[in-house]
């Protein structure tokens, strides 16, 4: 069964730097108070999402193993567009392996 991640930030700590952007491209965006947003709330956990989690230098990035599988079904963006858990169409880098994630 495939896992899958909920994406947030915290604009409190977010400086703007965009290496989120750099790290996971697609899924992440700056906006119009140049601080990352996610493009999409729910992503697979072997996306480079987990890699932007642990290179945020203000810890900004937060992931939560989600608990049930039918969260990670059909979602609302963070631009309220419901969409599915698809990722961008970048491949990714790395696995991730890091323990950022919260239950
Ligand atoms: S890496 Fe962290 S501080 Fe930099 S834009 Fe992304 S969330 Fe904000």
């Known amino acids: ?42 992503v697979p956990v072997s996306e480079n999402v987990g890699a932007a989690a642990e290179l945020c230098p203000m810890e900004a990035i937060t992931l939560t193993e989600l608990e049930d599988e039918r969260d990670s079904g059909e979602h609302e963006d963070t631009r309220g567009t419901r969409r599915p858990p698809t990722p961008a169409a970048v491949p990714p880098r790395q696995a991730f392996t890091g323990p950022t994630y919260r239950r």
């Open 1 to 42: 069964m495939k896992r899958y991640l909920r994406i947030q930030v915290d604009h409190s700590r977010c400086v703007g730097s965009a290496l989120c952007l750099a790290t996971a491209p697609g899924y992440f965006e700056l906006d119009d108070q140049h601080l990352s947003r996610p493009t999409t709330s729910v």
